[in-house]
């Protein structure tokens, strides 16, 4: 089945540019092998639209590491909602230093309960790296060593965001015109 489409025209201007997001990932990059240096580094995000962000960030860190994913599936239950894990981790973690790999962090809802999860499993260190922080919606304090960029509260698409399955593949962050598409 094919996913609406939402015509460009409902595209803002870009938040973040292709430019920005070129200059600010290998800074981010040299900052975790920095940290990291001679650990058993893991990379692990959250399918799908991590996995833009993922990408630039693994070719541009000069350091050995390895890749993993999770995939999560939200649903209401009251008033904070819920998430289950629908992809799990390949691999053991423990011992391990891990970097969790976001897109972007809104509430912060979902990742708080990924991070729960990973910390139970006795990684040696648990980070989290983001390229875009929504803090404005922040229901949950949230452990961020690692940020791009600070974003305003609008529905965003582009560079692994979506609407609809739509726009992940733009190389910059755009906000949606239409609030109401969401």
């Known amino acids: 089945m094919a996913s ?3 015509p460009a025209e409902l595209l803002g201007k870009p938040i973040v540019t292709a430019e920005q997001i070129a200059q600010r990932v290998p800074q981010l990059a040299e900052e975790i092998a920095a940290d990291h ?3 058993d580094l893991r990379f692990v995000t959250v399918l799908r639209g991590g996995v833009f962000f993922l990408a630039d960030l693994c070719r541009a860190i000069d350091t050995t590491l390895a890749l993993d994913f999770m995939a999560v599936s939200s649903y209401a239950s009251g008033a904070a909602g819920g998430v289950r894990i629908t992809k799990d981790l390949d691999d053991s973690i423990e011992g391990a230093s891990v ?3 976001e897109d972007i962090i809104d509430t912060g809802l979902t990742l708080n309960y990924i991070l729960k999860v990973l ?3 006795q990684p040696a260190s648990l980070s989290v790296c983001t390229l875009l922080d929504k803090d404005v919606r ?3 304090d949230l452990p961020i060593s690692y940020r791009g960029f600070e974003v305003p509260d609008k529905f965003l698409v582009g560079y692994g965001l979506d609407y609809r399955g739509c ?3 733009l190389p910059y962050v ?3 015109k239409d609030e109401s598409l969401r």
């Open 119 to 121: 910390r139970a499993r």
């Open 37 to 39: 240096a001679g650990g």
């Open 4 to 6: 609406p489409q939402v």
């Open 99 to 101: 970097v969790v790999v």
């Open 174 to 176: 755009a906000a949606l």
């Open 167 to 169: 726009y992940r593949n």
């Open 138 to 140: 922040r229901i949950v």
